[in-house]
T-cell receptor, first 112, second 111 residues
Framework: SQTIHQWPATLVQPVGSPLSLECTVE??????LYWYRQAAGRGLQLLFY??????ISSEVPQNLSASRPQDRQFILSSKKLLLSDSGFYLC???????????FGAGSRLTVL | RKEVEQDPGPFNVPEGATVAFNCTYS??????FFWYRQDCRKEPKLLMS???SGNEDGRFTAQLNRASQYISLLIRDSKLSDSATYLC????????????FGKGTHLIIQP
């Protein structure tokens, strides 16, 4: 069966520090991968998605970036965090051709 | 007009009651529809897909009204464990670009 892992689960970072969140999927090949953010009082916002290695589509311009160095690995990064980057970051996957998204457990980021 | 709108609630409902809430969408080209459940500080989990003819899964019934552009979720015989936030989601283009979510409706089942 397929599983999705995200880490770290929780982190507190100072403004201006870098960020790296990692997501891996097991039990499937060539999945579509997604990064969403859920800020306090706001809905789920799609940040990036990827249909294959090295292929990244950005939905919202910001100081975040994403990379997909391997088929089942998706990384969210920032060089310098802003206060507004605080939120609950969720990685999700689905098989190409399917519509249902499955989410990882999320990474809760607090920027101070 | 926002793409996907939900009444944020909270809906306070006594245990055993029936509760229903809607989700409206603006893009008539929306193709696929879902209800997700999200517990506090957890990830959203798929509750059920929504089919054109309506579908039922135990105490849960989902319906789609394309003419009026809304989907609904009905929960019968509500349980304390149904307390959660319910997110509607849709696929705008049926492509690879993920799902668009509403902000969710917060449901509290009271004993």
């Amino acid at each position: 069966s397929q599983t999705i892992h995200q880490w770290p689960a929780t982190l507190v970072q100072p403004v201006g520090s870098p960020l790296s969140l990692e997501c891996t999927v097991e039990g499937t090949s060539n999945p579509n991968l997604y990064w969403y953010r859920q800020a306090a009082g706001r809905g789920l916002q799609l940040l990036f998605y990827s249909v294959g290695i090295g292929q990244i589509s950005s939905e919202v311009p910001q100081n975040l970036s994403a990379s997909r160095p391997q088929d089942r690995q998706f990384i969210l990064s920032s060089k310098k965090l802003l206060l507004s980057d605080s939120g609950f970051y969720l990685c999700a996957w689905r098989n190409s051709g399917a519509n249902v998204l499955t989410f990882g457990a999320g990474s809760r980021l607090t920027v101070l | 007009r926002k793409e996907v709108e939900q009444d944020p609630g909270p809906f306070n409902v006594p245990e055993g009651a029936t509760v229903a809430f809607n989700c409206t969408y603006s893009n008539s080209a929306s193709q696929s529809f879902f209800w997700y459940r999200q517990d506090c500080r957890k990830e959203p989990k798929l509750l059920m897909s929504v089919y054109s003819s309506g579908n039922e899964d135990g105490r849960f019934t989902a319906q789609l009204n394309r003419a009026s552009q809304y989907i609904s979720l009905l929960i019968r015989d509500s349980k304390l464990s149904d307390s959660a936030t319910y997110l509607c989601a849709l696929s705008l283009r049926g492509g690879a670009d993920g799902l668009t979510f509403g902000k969710g409706t917060h449901l509290i089942i009271q004993p």
